[in-house]
T-cell receptor, first 109, second 114 residues
């Protein structure tokens, strides 16, 4: 089964800066990859999906890239705001959706 | 989209007892799933709840320990049976439409077994 690794350390950034999160996987490239946001005490919320034939996807201040050669996805939050503080989960579609452990982002005002 | 609610939101239970968690979706979803999440850990899929038939369990999870029901397209229950402290975790219900890859999640049920 896939092993999914995200930034092991929490990310602390200044408001207005760009946060970059990494998701690496070990086995075959999935047909698509998703990113979710999870706030404390809440379930994950879907943010973006990128397919294996797409290099980049954008949604408002969010940008996701997908490099099947490197077996890596990058997730960017541009012009970050304190409200962006949360844990961000990478998820790969196998026959099921497999999640990484997540990266916690804290944006300082 | 779909809004998913779970009951109870949290519970503290004694070892050896059982707890049934309810999951209600505000619209029909084709697929429903149950996950477990330890604090600071990834989500682990327990099983896929199938309407009108037995759930499909992932490796390491068995029906006797985690019986699941799904009587219709908007409701499912997960029972954690004969609980031990190792079952302390957050249990999450999730749903997905057949024509979409996006999954919706409930707020979770925080279970503590003493």
């Amino acid at each position: 089964s896939q092993k999914i690794e995200q930034n092991s350390e929490a990310l602390n950034i200044q408001e207005g800066k760009t946060a970059t999160l990494t998701c690496n996987y070990t086995n075959y490239s999935p047909a698509y990859l998703q990113w979710y946001r999870q706030d404390p005490g809440r379930g994950p919320v879907f943010l973006l999906l990128i397919r294996e034939n797409e290099k980049e996807k954008r949604k408002e201040r969010l940008k996701v890239t997908f490099d099947t050669t490197l077996k890596q996805s990058l997730f960017h939050i541009t012009a970050s705001q304190p409200a962006d503080s949360a844990t961000y989960l990478c998820a790969l579609n196998d026959y099921k959706l497999s999640f990484g452990a997540g990266t916690t982002v804290t944006v300082r005002a | 989209s779909a809004v998913i609610s779970q009951k109870p939101s949290r519970d503290i239970c004694q070892r050896g007892t059982s707890l049934t968690i309810q999951c209600q979706v505000d619209s029909q979803v084709t697929m429903m799933f149950w996950y477990r999440q330890q604090p600071g850990q990834s989500l682990t899929l327990i099983a896929t709840a199938n309407q009108g038939s037995e759930a499909t369990y992932e490796s390491g999870f068995v029906i006797d320990k985690f019986p699941i029901s799904r009587p219709n397209l908007t409701f499912s229950t997960l029972t954690v049976s004969n609980m031990s402290p190792e079952d302390s975790s957050i249990y999450l219900c999730s749903g997905r439409q057949a024509n979409s890859y996006e999954q919706y999640f409930g707020p979770g049920t925080r279970l503590t077994v003493t």
